[in-house]
């Protein structure tokens, strides 16, 4: 049976599951919601953020490792009243602090499991347990078609919850989830240039193939360019975690930008003297972007400024036909994002570069 819902980045998801969050607190809205999606497409991550944005303790359920009596809890004989009670299990929130119940794995889970699911989903109860008003339910899940272990939604149990698919989208990974992540910038330097190569999961599957590229597994070798410093042994792992083809064209371009791309360099460097350190290909001035946008901070703000401003006048130096300007751009949009979420808006109200680039945005009618 198909999910005949509305199929969204990660980013809009979040979007839309804070919209419901409000609504709930508001008392205007209280639902249950579904993410569909395949394999590491970022269902998980998705609700992990949600929780610190608004402040909820997340409680993860992971449905395939549980069975009926672990959501009831534990019964015990009360001999004055003469009735069986049951103890209240600790995987569901008690408290009226904000929460998220979080059942993953839903369509993976035992049909058993599901009439007690049903409770949770609509009256937000198991037995006699209810969860507080404060607690919002999200659960996820694969579809048959990916893959995955799967067993298809009854209407009993889909009819109790709002549904959305959850898909990989390059521009949103890039701009919402990568910077925040700290994704390496070898990596996100290849996904921009690879966009195709973020997801891989449905072309893999007809080639008859085990792995697959997926925002999980390029998170992993983010993890695996940080950590491993031989390269052999590292593209092994690579190979092991996106599949030797993919693996094999992200290691030329990583080799690449560890040659040209010098971060701490550029930022310790006098103004006068970074005008040698820019990288010179597309590939190495894309990893520049990420990387600085990553490595900003509070302190170091101001040079980064100066960095992405000076980059925006590279087109007449030697670097013809490369997008400076439009990098720059996408540079400045990201450092804007990551400075407004932390509070850091000062340096850009204090900066002469940036208020030359806004005025010159303006004038072109691009602000």
Not at 7 to 26: C, D, N, P
Request: net charge negative; with cysteine; proline share 5%.
């Amino acid at each position: 049976m198909s999910v005949n819902a509305t199929t969204v980045s990660a980013g809009e998801a979040l979007r839309v599951l804070e919209a419901g969050w409000a609504a709930q607190v508001s008392g205007g809205l209280t639902a249950s919601w579904m993410l569909h999606g395949r394999p590491g497409v970022g269902k998980t991550e998705l609700v992990q953020t949600l929780a610190r944005r608004i402040g909820a303790e997340l409680f993860d359920l992971r449905l395939t490792t549980i069975e009926p009596q672990d959501l009831r809890g534990l019964p015990y004989f009360d001999h004055e009243a003469a009735k069986t009670i049951w103890y209240r299990p600790e995987d569901l929130p008690d408290t009226d602090a904000p929460a998220i119940l979080f059942l993953d794995e839903l369509t993976a889970a035992a049909p058993a499991l599901q009439p007690t699911v049903y409770g949770l989903l609509q009256e937000r109860r198991v037995g006699r347990h209810r969860l507080p008003d404060s607690v919002m339910i999200v659960a996820a899940g694969n579809r048959i078609e990916d893959g995955a272990i799967a067993y298809d939604m009854g209407t009993a149990l889909s009819d109790r919850l709002i549904h959305m698919i959850v898909q990989a989208n390059p521009e949103d990974w890039l701009k919402n989830y990568a910077v925040e992540a700290g994704i390496h910038a070898s990596v996100a330097a290849f996904i921009r240039t690879r966009p195709d190569l973020l997801e891989t999961t449905e072309d893999a599957l007809r080639r008859g193939q085990m792995i697959a590229c997926t925002p999980r597994s390029w998170t992993r070798v983010s993890r695996i360019m940080e950590t491993v410093p031989d390269r052999a042994l590292r593209q092994v792992m690579v190979a092991g975690t996106v599949g030797a083809a993919a693996a094999a064209e992200f290691a030329l371009l990583a080799d690449e930008i560890a040659a040209t791309v010098q971060i701490d360099a550029m930022m310790d460097a006098p103004r006068k003297d970074r005008a040698a350190l820019y990288p010179r290909t597309l590939h190495g001035l894309t990893a520049l972007v990420y990387g600085l946008v990553g490595a900003a901070h509070r302190e170091n703000l101001s040079t980064a400024i100066e960095i992405l401003a000076d980059l925006r006048g590279l087109g007449g130096q030697g670097y013809g036909g490369l997008p400076v300007s439009e990098l720059a751009a996408f540079g400045f949009e990201m450092l804007i994002g990551r400075a407004l979420e932390r509070g850091w808006e000062e340096a850009f109200a204090d900066s002469p570069d940036y208020a030359a680039y806004a005025a010159e945005r303006q004038a072109a009618g691009l602000l």
